[in-house]
């Protein structure tokens, strides 16, 4: 009898298969929206730059003067001992975070909410950034990491500049010790093995020595069956169209 496969056996939600969140050093998202900041600016400290395992960007404490301590996604430039501010009369310069409906086209923003209040959900990859396309007194256009633009309430706030780490990914793993250790405080299973290298009892495509075709399983399918071709519309060499040469 073979082992479940590896989809059933994350399903089941063993110790194995859970996240270490225990390891995070907390929400790295904006504080609740206050009159304050509504209304004027506030300004805060960087205490610190912190490493948060599983995460390429590295981590801004900041303690502001309200006594409440934020942890945010560290733009570059950001230093220790630099004073932001946060509300929407804060200048244009980097780390100071405002909505994006008070910040200029063109310029390069990160951590953006896709609802007002939400704490920020876009640009927060090490590296990346959007930038603001357009303003309309309804709404306001930014240019996503992806290149798709898309239209958000003015009232979204966002951090100016870069997230800090770009470049992580250009450095090559080199060994296999180097991967294992990334993707174990992520909470990935690696190495993957192929389906088609399995024996039968253990994956539906395993087994035997030819190469065979799986066919398109529904996207209802269960745990176990719904492997290789999910919810396809089509599969296999279109008619009419040269096959290739090896």
């Given at each position: 009898m073979g082992k479940r496969l590896i989809v059933q056996r994350r399903g089941r939600g063993g110790s194995v298969f859970r996240s270490p969140s225990w390891k995070?050093?907390?929400?790295?998202?904006y504080s609740p929206l206050t009159d304050v900041e509504l209304k004027s600016v506030i300004k805060g400290?960087?205490?610190?730059?912190?490493?948060?395992?599983?995460?390429?960007?590295?981590?801004a404490l900041v303690k502001f003067e309200n006594g409440v301590r934020?942890?945010?996604?560290?733009?570059?430039?950001?230093?220790?001992?630099?004073?932001i501010a946060k509300g929407v009369a804060a200048s244009i310069d980097v780390g100071n975070i405002l909505p994006i409906g008070k910040i200029p086209e063109g310029t390069l923003?990160?951590?953006?909410?896709?609802?007002?209040?939400?704490?920020g959900k876009f640009a927060r990859a090490s590296g990346s950034y959007a930038t603001i396309v357009a303003q309309a007194p309804d709404k306001t256009i930014i240019r996503l990491p992806s290149g798709k633009l898309k239209s958000l309430n003015p009232k979204c706030r966002a951090t100016i500049g870069v997230v800090a780490?770009?470049?992580?990914?250009?450095?090559?793993?080199?060994?296999?010790?180097?991967?294992?250790?990334?993707?174990?405080?992520?909470?990935?299973?690696?190495?993957v093995v192929r389906g088609k290298?399995?024996?039968?009892?253990?994956?539906?495509?395993?087994?035997?020595?030819?190469?065979?075709?799986?066919?398109?399983?529904?996207?209802?399918?269960?745990?176990?069956?719904?492997?290789?071709?999910?919810?396809?519309?089509?599969?296999?060499?279109?008619?009419?169209?040269?096959?290739?040469?090896?």
């Open positions: 995070r050093v907390g929400d790295v998202k400290k960087v205490e610190a730059l912190l490493h948060d395992p599983g995460r390429g960007a590295p981590v934020e942890l945010i996604v560290a733009p570059e430039g950001l230093s220790v001992g630099q004073v923003i990160c951590n953006v909410e896709a609802k007002p209040g939400d704490g780490g770009g470049g992580r990914t250009e450095k090559p793993f080199v060994k296999a010790g180097t991967k294992y250790y990334r993707v174990k405080v992520k909470a990935w299973k690696w190495p290298a399995m024996v039968a009892a253990s994956h539906p495509h395993g087994g035997g020595h030819h190469p065979k075709g799986s066919p398109p399983v529904p996207r209802t399918a269960p745990p176990g069956q719904k492997v290789g071709h999910i919810a396809a519309r089509r599969t296999g060499r279109k008619k009419g169209t040269p096959r290739k040469r090896r």
